[in-house]
């Protein structure tokens, strides 16, 4: 069947071997070979070279495999409606989620999800705020939650429920400089180096002239804090330890115990605040547990930032 040479064609492109592809459906190579054969007869066109290098797609090629991709998503979506049609309760979610996020409400909403739908496929992907847009259009992801971003904006396939803002403040190890200044400025704060995920574009429009920081990426794209890492866990140990500072939704910092010698600053920044959304296709209908799981997160979302409990460092001193 030619769903059976598309297959095979995908998968030579994955593996750039005819051996290695060939195990990876379970055939011959003689087989994928033949296959591939058919299909160049087929179009009437060469669509993979062989080189030294590996196997690789032609002009041609990708122009197929464009299509093939689209075809085996399609049928995919066949499949689900016809399990859902007959009644077998199989539901899949591909969710792509930025950084913070992940590390704050999210696995809340999934929980959630899973008590009421718990034979549902769950695969979550991190995402760059940057880089889900092609996943979301492609269709790999149904959902995204994420920041929202003006190239988000541009694509008009793509629809974007927004969250409500939630305030962000900086922090940084008790003791630190910072915590003998009640509300200390952002160029205050700027004078010291940032740990923590790479920050929107909208941030350097907050951290100009404030070097220590970071930087903006060379890409144009986001602001790079002068050291760069996703995991909040690592953020606080590095911050903890050194005069490094960080930056996090104020309902997040509000979970850090009290005496784990962390101190949340008073910076007047109104500016500073989340600006998150779920993200799908407008087109596309969702499944049950897509529905289920916008539904969730909303929820989940509200009641995580419902208790704000950090506030500045007791130490703090007035301004002179």
Same mark, same amino acid.
């Given at each position: 069947m030619m769903i059976d040479l598309l297959e095979y064609a995908l998968a030579l492109e994955g593996e750039r071997n005819f051996a290695r592809a060939a195990r990876e459906l379970g055939i011959s190579q003689p087989t994928l070979t033949r296959g591939i054969?058919?299909?160049?007869?087929? *179009?009437? $066109?060469?669509?993979?070279?062989?080189? !030294?290098?590996g196997v690789f797609p032609t002009p041609a090629g990708q122009i197929l495999l464009d299509r093939a991709r689209r075809i085996a998503l399609g049928l995919e979506e066949l499949k689900k409606e016809i399990r859902s049609f007959q009644g077998l309760q199989i539901a899949e979610l591909r969710l792509g989620v930025g950084p913070v996020v992940a590390q704050t409400w999210v696995p809340d909403a999934i929980a /959630? #999800?899973?008590k009421t739908h718990p034979q549902t496929e769950v695969h979550v992907k991190g995402?760059? *705020?940057?880089? &889900?847009?092609?996943?979301?259009?492609?269709?790999? %992801?149904?959902l995204a939650i994420a920041e929202i971003i003006p190239d988000i904006c541009k694509h008009r396939e793509i629809s974007v429920i927004p969250l409500p803002d939630r305030p962000i403040r900086f922090f940084c190890r008790t003791g630190h400089p910072l915590t003998r200044i009640e509300n200390p400025? &952002? $160029?205050?704060?700027?004078?010291?180096?940032?740990?923590?995920? @790479? #920050?929107?574009? +909208? =941030? /350097?429009?907050?951290?100009? !002239?404030?070097? =220590? %920081?970071? @930087? #903006?990426?060379?890409? !144009?794209m986001h602001f790079d804090p002068q050291v760069s890492c996703q995991s909040f866990d690592v953020c606080l140990r590095i911050i903890r =330890?050194?005069?490094? &500072? !960080?930056?996090?939704?104020? /309902?997040? #910092? /509000?979970? &850090?115990p009290v005496d784990a010698g962390i101190a949340v600053l008073r910076c007047d920044a109104p500016n500073l605040k989340t600006n998150y959304g779920i993200m799908r296709l407008r087109?596309?209908?969702?499944?049950?547990?897509? $529905?289920a799981f916008i539904e969730r997160s909303m929820l989940a979302e509200a009641e995580?930032?419902?208790?704000? +409990?950090?506030?500045?460092? @007791?130490?703090? @001193?007035?301004?002179k």
């Open positions: 054969q058919e299909l160049e007869r087929q *179009f009437s $066109a060469k669509l993979f070279d062989r080189t !030294g290098r /959630s #999800l899973l995402y760059d *705020f940057w880089e &889900i847009a092609p996943d979301l259009i492609n269709q790999t %992801l149904e400025t &952002i $160029a205050e704060v700027g004078q010291y180096p940032m740990a923590g995920p @790479k #920050l929107p574009l +909208r =941030a /350097s429009e907050h951290f100009g !002239g404030t070097r =220590a %920081l970071g @930087k #903006l990426s060379k890409n !144009g =330890a050194s005069d490094n &500072i !960080g930056i996090a939704p104020l /309902s997040q #910092l /509000s979970r &850090i087109e596309r209908t969702l499944t049950p547990s897509a $529905a995580y930032n419902s208790d704000r +409990r950090a506030t500045a460092p @007791k130490n703090g @001193k007035q301004r």
